[in-house]
């Protein structure tokens, strides 16, 4: 692959996050309509699907830029990669720092522990733990042994700004399925009293 078809990928790929972010924003504010009230975790939830976009497109835009001064493709797939894996380290940082904050309020806020042991919940949590800590063995691998190519490098800077994407709609369904389920407890109320 070659710095053109590069280019071409990042450019591409970062229109169509920001597309994606735009549906899901507008997904998640028409459902909320419905519900009326964001709890604690729905706001972080929210925070995730914008933060985990804009990571992604953050990634295309800054190998763009490389591209623009650097002719030789693997110094060029080198620092996206530590690029990477710095933004992973803000990703990381911040889940745990939202994890904690998440754990803390639900000592007080019943809601928030309803929310926060939903099966789904539960669920995305182990994906996100495992998306975020495993990969960092990746560049300790490919620095320090010969079992890493060039060529997965590339792949891994190819396909990590869709590893982003797709953890937002991780957030995403969580917002819907909070939110939908509000809405059916509130039906099933009214159904009751009437």
């Known amino acids: 692959m070659n710095l053109e078809e590069l280019s071409n990928f990042f450019t591409l790929t970062a229109e169509l996050l920001i597309g994606i972010l735009a549906v899901q924003g507008i997904a998640t504010t028409f459902i909320f309509s419905k519900k009326g009230e964001w ?3 729905d706001v972080w939830e929210f925070f995730w699907l914008i933060f985990n976009n804009v990571t992604g497109t953050v990634v295309c835009v800054f190998s763009i830029c490389l591209m623009i001064t650097i002719t030789d493709v693997q110094e060029l797939l080198e620092i996206s990669f530590n690029f990477i894996f710095l ?3 803000v990703t990381t940082f911040l889940f745990l720092y939202s994890e904690k904050k998440k754990k803390l309020r639900s000592l007080t806020d019943k809601e928030v522990l309803e929310e926060m042991n939903t099966p789904l919940s539960k669920f995305y949590d182990k994906i996100h733990y495992l998306i975020t800590l495993v990969p960092f063995i990746l560049p300790i691998i490919y620095y320090t042994t010969n079992l890493l190519s060039l060529n997965f490098v590339l792949i891994w800077v190819c396909i990590s700004p869709w590893i982003w994407c797709a953890v937002s709609f991780t ?6 399925h909070h ?3 509000v809405v059916d407890e509130d039906k099933f109320q009214t159904a009751e009293n009437g």
């Open 171 to 176: 957030n995403f369904s969580g917002l819907i």
């Open 179 to 181: 939110a939908l389920r």
């Open 39 to 41: 709890t604690y975790v």
């Open 87 to 89: 933004m992973l380290a």
